[in-house]
């Protein structure tokens, strides 16, 4: 087995191991920049061609898909390589057409088959047919699975001597910075303000997430997302052309062979996670909101430097502790019935049969309806998405009991966990607070709503002590906000009558259960 620390290529560590596989899985566990693509093409591309062998390299995403269809034609090696992504596999295998032999199959970016599968219904298709190509050379490569490299080690699927390994350089880092959710766009606004070309993206966790950050930073900054993505709202913040279904792509292709965005922000999903290399020195600010390990490093893997004075500063941010165990119990959730079903069924249709979990099945995300030959419906466990959970399940166990950072600091290695700092900013709670009461503005708040309101005033260091009255929740607001903010709450209307709610039934047609109570209501007059 190779390992290095040094900076090194693919070529260097392999030399002419390749020219002896045969029928065997390689693992190329290898960081960014340090040659894997050249290798799979060039120098293992070049001798197929002369032993007049065939490879099929799968991607995980379409931008990389092209990306490597050039490289292929510019080599000319157009009918000796083949590239497609994992997902056309996929739909070939479903529709049970004829795949041909290739004598080496490249799994590029197999990180692929615990980050996507997830939200991928059909990861596990590609997987097996892989996992049962016995006459064929399989490469995984990626330079972010280790969970993934572990697992195929620890199942004894990889001989040790087919294990190259080299650290990803991170030279280019200065600082790895954890930080909390609402410093976000303190951090993002200190940068714009004391920096004055500095560039920043920003990976979000989710479309609110995003969308939200629209709200602040509307049409100061670029926005990124699959056409995949179901948000209707944010496909238009991303520039979406409903008549041609195509996003508007954030990422240019400068002459100089810069690739880069237009703004100084860019607000991205994992989308661009990988399969697209961002060149550009003003680039000095990358954040990431995601949970998952693998695709965290990933993402903050997208920034090419280009300089020895290319430096860049990475933000990871840190989960609480009621997010985790939040995460853990969506997990143990979908895993809890798998685990019954493998391990006793009987107690699993007891327990499942009938009844109430019975219909929680249908949202289970591991089982799948499997269709037979005779038509008949047989339940299946869709095994790469599983062994996620489970993956997952160890590593939010871990987390819960020693911490967020600790175990986020094994996955990144050495070399940044060094550079890791906490930040240290001033929030500004208020702004928070105000977002809030924002809102709440026209909704009839009842008594159990002016409680919440109560605590929400406090997270700013309002102390209201026992009063609840109205009169001491407006002066408050007078102590704060002056004339910033216009907005009071009222318990009459402006005729002065008492406002009372006497709707019988909710629009949805529910009994409505404030019926005669009396409410506030927070609006400018």
């Not at 600010?285 to 020895?308: C, N, P, V, Y």
């Not at 430096?311 to 941010?317: A, G, P, Q, S, V």
Request: glycine share 4%.
């Amino acid at each position: 087995m190779s390992n290095s620390s040094q900076k090194k290529w693919v070529s260097d560590i392999i030399k002419n191991d390749y020219k002896s596989w045969e029928s065997e899985f390689v693992i190329l566990d290898c960081g960014t920049g340090c040659g894997k693509t050249y290798f799979c093409i060039t120098i293992l591309g070049m001798y197929a061609k002369n032993k007049e062998r065939k490879i099929l390299y799968l991607c995980n995403r379409s931008e990389l898909r092209k990306e490597v269809f050039n490289e292929i034609n510019f080599y000319g090696l157009k009918n000796i390589v083949w590239v497609e992504t994992y997902q056309t596999l996929q739909k070939k295998i479903q529709q049970k057409m004829k795949i041909p032999y290739y004598d080496y199959i490249v799994v590029d970016e197999c990180h692929y088959f615990t980050t996507d599968a997830k939200f991928n219904d059909y990861t596990d298709i590609s997987y097996d047919y892989l996992m049962k190509q016995k006459q064929s050379v399989v490469l995984w490569v990626s330079a972010t699975a280790k969970i993934f490299f572990n697992y195929l080690e620890n199942k004894n699927k990889v001989k040790k001597k087919n294990i190259y390994r080299i650290s990803k350089d991170y030279t280019y880092v200065k600082n790895v910075y954890f930080y909390q959710k609402d410093e976000l766009s303190t951090i993002i606004n200190d940068v714009l303000e004391n920096e004055l070309d500095s560039k920043i993206v920003v990976f979000c966790n989710s479309a609110n997430r995003m969308k939200e950050m629209n709200k602040i930073y509307g049409d100061t900054a670029n926005y990124f997302c699959s056409k995949s993505t179901t948000s209707m709202e944010l496909k238009k913040i991303c520039g979406y052309d409903t008549k041609s279904n195509i996003i508007s792509n954030s990422i240019k292709q400068l002459p100089d062979g810069r690739s880069t965005f237009e703004k100084r922000i860019l607000f991205t999903t994992t989308v661009l996670d990988n399969g697209v290399n961002l060149k550009d020195e003003k680039i000095k600010h990358i954040f990431s909101e995601i949970f998952d390990a693998d695709s965290m490093i990933q993402s903050l893997g997208r920034k090419r430097s280009l300089t020895k004075d290319d430096l860049c500063t990475f933000y990871i941010r840190e989960y609480k502790p009621k997010a985790i165990q939040g995460l853990l119990n969506i997990n143990n959730s979908q895993l809890e019935p798998v685990f019954s079903y493998k391990n006793d069924y009987d107690n699993f249709f007891k327990e499942y049969g009938t009844g109430k979990k019975r219909r929680r099945l249908s949202k289970n995300r591991i089982f799948y309806s499997f269709f037979t030959e005779d038509k008949k419906s047989k339940i299946k466990i869709n095994d790469c998405r599983y062994r996620k959970y489970e993956q997952d399940n160890n590593i939010l166990l871990q987390m819960r009991d020693i911490g967020y950072v600790p175990i986020i600091r094994d996955f990144l290695g050495e070399d940044l966990s060094s550079k890791c700092e906490h930040m240290v900013v001033d929030v500004r709670k208020i702004d928070i607070f105000l977002e809030y009461l924002k809102s709440i503005e026209g909704i009839q708040l009842f008594s159990e709503n002016i409680d919440r309101i109560k605590e929400e005033f406090e997270t700013i260091g309002v102390k209201l002590r026992y009063s609840r009255g109205i009169n001491t929740f407006n002066g408050s607001l007078d102590d704060v906000y002056k004339d910033l903010y216009k907005h009071r709450f009222y318990n009459t209307d402006i005729d002065g009558k008492t406002l009372i709610d006497k709707r019988r039934k909710l629009d949805d047609g529910s009994i409505n259960p404030n019926r005669d109570k009396r409410y506030w209501i927070l609006e400018c007059r």
